[in-house]
Structures are given as structure tokens and as C-alpha cells.
């Protein structure tokens, strides 16, 4: 007799349970070298606190409790580490560093590499700026990618304060702007055009609106002339300047990187392989999140999938 689990999730067996171990205490350890000392919060909250995080992320699971509150599983690990912060150490001496391993809970259709319940990995400094805050969570990503043996992996590295700038430059409608968003948000440049297209805007401007999001490639991408992208290109150049080579060489900057969730104010980045069709994971600043919920500190973090890391890592042994 077969009793079927929620679709979306997965028993884990032994001879696979020891891999993901593996990996976990390969992440680990360099969290630990790394000065990021491990958390874990509950995996339910109240809804009222996660939604706090504004647009992106919505709480997909929901129960009640006795008292009628509104409860919600974690979609990520940020947003109740920011309610940490403010709450557990509202006079701590920034930077202050976490490191967590921790499912998350997400309402998708389920396909290769997207699941309802996973395991994610990852860390969150808060109280670094920008640049060197950025800097130095990138130097502890890649860090972590190598100590598990990924080779292949590229760091797609762009900025979610610049197609904003350039929307509030061009004045175009509010209304419109959340379209947009969530056309560069799926990647879907063919939708974007369509929207773009749709603008009371001249043509340069629409050019331009077009042509930044598939700038893509090595520091070249940097070079931008003055305008509305210019705070975020040299953004950017400012952590390049940061990195020690090892990292830099793994960076593709993406001038039309968007990671579709609203507490992102700055640089962000996503994970690639060769081996794994979709992102392994990825991050960002979030430099107003923290604020939300009584302490203002500047951020940023990241978290790696492990079951995607996993895959990614078959894929490259098979290959």
C-alpha cells in the first residue's frame, strides 16, 4: 500500500541523507571560520511579522491558533532573522553575524529543483554597508561553494535599486512600474518589451529601458555613462574593487538581475551551474528590512539551496 506525501515534498533516504550531511558541515565549517554564528528560529510565525517584508514573498501556508492569530510558515530565513536582530539585540555593537540550516516553505508547482518544503543554507551580516559588507558576503559564498566541490558556478552579481531609478527617472506611472517589475522579475524580456512598448515615453528612453536589463558580461558592462544607472554601476564597481581575483573571475555582472523579492535595496546576486537549469541559490542588501522592526542597520546575506546544491553536484560528476 502506498501512502502519497503533499505534493512538493520528499522522504529522504539514507544513502542521500549522508550526502546532504556532507555538504551541510562542509557549509558549515565555513560559516564557523568565517566568524557567523549559527541561529534557528521557529519555523512558524505570526503573520503580521512576516509581512512586514513588503512585496515579494507572501506567507503561502496559514493555520490559526487558540487565540485566533494568524500563523504562517517561514518562506525564507531573512525576514524572522531581521525580527532577531531587532529583537534579541536591540544594543548589540554591529556588524553582527548569523548563519542558519533551516527549511522554508513555499507555495509553487512543483517541477524539477522546486519544492514546497526545502533545505536552505545561508548567512545574513548586518551592519556592514555597502561595499565592503557586500564584498565580504560574496568572498563567504564562493568560500562555501568551493569547500563543497562545485567547480563549474558562476555568480550573476547586479543591483535592484537600478531599473527603479531608471523608472523614476522616465517618470513612468506607478501603476505601470509594478508590471514591469514583474515582467524583469521572471525574465521575461519579450513581456517587458511588450510593457515598455505601451509607455508614454520617447524612444530613447524605451531604448533604454529595453537595452540596460540585457547588459550582461565582465567589468565592461560597467562602463555606463552618466545618468539614471550611474549610482548603481559604480555601486557595483565599488565591490569589484574588493574582491580578490579567485571571486572576481567567478562574477558575471547582470545589469537586469531582479530576484523578486521587495526587501531588496542593493546589490544582489544569484548562484549558476552549468549543471542545474535553474539558480542554486542567490542574496542580496537589505538595507531598510532590519528597520522594519524597530532597529535601523544596514544588511545583506544569502542562501544556498541544498537539495539544488546537491543536483548541481551530480550533475558535474555525471558530466
Known amino acids: ?163 527603479p531609478a531608471l523608472l523614476a527617472a522616465f517618470d513612468v506611472p506607478v501603476e505601470a512600474r509594478d508590471r514591469l517589475m514583474h515582467e524583469l522579475a521572471t525574465r521575461d524580456f519579450v513581456g517587458l518589451e511588450r510593457e515598455v512598448r505601451r509607455l508614454d515615453t520617447g524612444a530613447e528612453e524605451a531604448d533604454l529601458l529595453l537595452a540596460v536589463p540585457q547588459m550582461r558580461g565582465g567589468p565592461q558592462v560597467l562602463e555606463a555613462p552618466a545618468g539614471p544607472v550611474a549610482d548603481a554601476v559604480g555601486g557595483l564597481r565599488a565591490v569589484l574593487e574588493l574582491l580578490p581575483d579567485a571571486v572576481a573571475e567567478r562574477v558575471i555582472f547582470d545589469l537586469g538581475l531582479a530576484r523578486g523579492l521587495g526587501y531588496y535595496t542593493g546589490a544582489v546576486f544569484d548562484v549558476y551551474d552549468p549543471a542545474l537549469g535553474a539558480p542554486i541559490g542567490g542574496g542580496g542588501r537589505y538595507d531598510d528590512l532590519v528597520g522594519r522592526f524597530g532597529r535601523s542597520l544596514p544588511a545583506v546575506g544569502f542562501a544556498l539551496g541544498v537539495d539544488r546544491l546537491h543536483l548541481a553536484l551530480a550533475g558535474e560528476e555525471r558530466g
Open 1 to 163: 500500500m502506498i501512502h502519497p506525501i503533499p505534493s512538493g515534498t520528499r522522504d529522504v533516504l539514507p544513502d542521500e541523507m549522508r550526502e546532504l550531511r556532507a555538504i551541510t558541515e562542509a557549509l558549515r565549517g565555513v560559516f564557523d571560520r568565517s566568524g557567523y554564528g549559527e541561529v534557528y528560529t521557529p519555523a512558524i510565525e505570526y503573520e503580521e511579522v512576516l509581512l512586514r517584508a513588503g512585496g515579494g514573498l507572501k506567507p503561502a501556508y496559514r493555520v490559526f491558533d487558540d487565540h485566533g492569530e494568524v500563523l504562517a510558515l517561514r518562506a525564507d530565513m531573512t525576514v524572522p532573522i531581521a525580527r532577531l536582530v531587532a529583537t534579541r539585540y536591540p544594543t548589540a555593537d554591529p556588524p553582527l553575524r548569523f548563519c542558519y540550516f533551516a527549511h522554508a516553505y513555499r507555495e509553487v508547482r512543483p517541477h524539477r529543483g522546486q519544492m514546497r518544503e526545502f533545505l536552505q543554507a545561508g548567512i545574513e551580516l548586518v551592519g556592514a554597508p555597502a561595499p565592503q559588507g557586500t564584498a565580504e558576503a560574496l568572498r563567504v559564498l564562493c568560500a562555501s561553494l568551493d569547500a563543497v566541490g562545485l567547480e563549474g558556478y558562476r555568480v550573476g552579481l547586479g543591483d535592484a535599486s537600478l531599473y
